[in-house]
């Protein structure tokens, strides 16, 4: 990206506002964005569900969930026998290490215990069906 494209306009020369994209902008039927919502929400249950996460720590997440996408491709090019850039691989490795020694590799529990009044609204729905 260049300076002129992050000062203004939306990247067809027109001055203006640059449209900044997210996560949400993208095909979600591509595989590459399936796999990237897969690896982020599986580190965010590891670190015991998104809701109990602050937004720096989503922020963090979204991070390495990306970076473990990039590499999942880079390894499969490999795999398939394309050439790879080393250096490339092994800076997103390092980028995407950082971010978990950040956010930390143990499993966190979750707790699942329901309110009391989630508790008592299940039991009444059990006693209504019976």
């Known amino acids: 990206m260049s300076a002129t494209e992050i000062g203004g306009g939306n990247g067809d020369g027109a001055k203006g506002k640059a449209r900044m994209l997210t996560l949400a902008d993208v095909d979600r039927r591509t595989a590459a964005y ?4 897969q690896i982020i929400a599986a580190i965010e249950d590891d670190l015991g569900g998104g809701d109990l996460l602050s937004t720096a720590e989503r922020q963090m997440v979204q991070r390495a969930g990306v970076l473990g996408a990039i590499l999942e491709d880079i390894e499969t090019r490999w795999i398939g ?12 490795i390092n980028a995407q290490r950082r971010m978990f020694e950040i956010l930390g590799t143990k499993r ?6 329901p309110d009391l009044r989630d508790y008592l609204a299940s039991k009444a729905q059990e006693a209504a069906a019976s």
């Open 34 to 37: 399936k796999n990237t919502r």
């Open 108 to 113: 966190r529990a979750k707790d699942v215990t």
């Open 81 to 92: 026998g394309a050439e790879i850039d080393p250096v490339t691989y092994t800076t997103v």
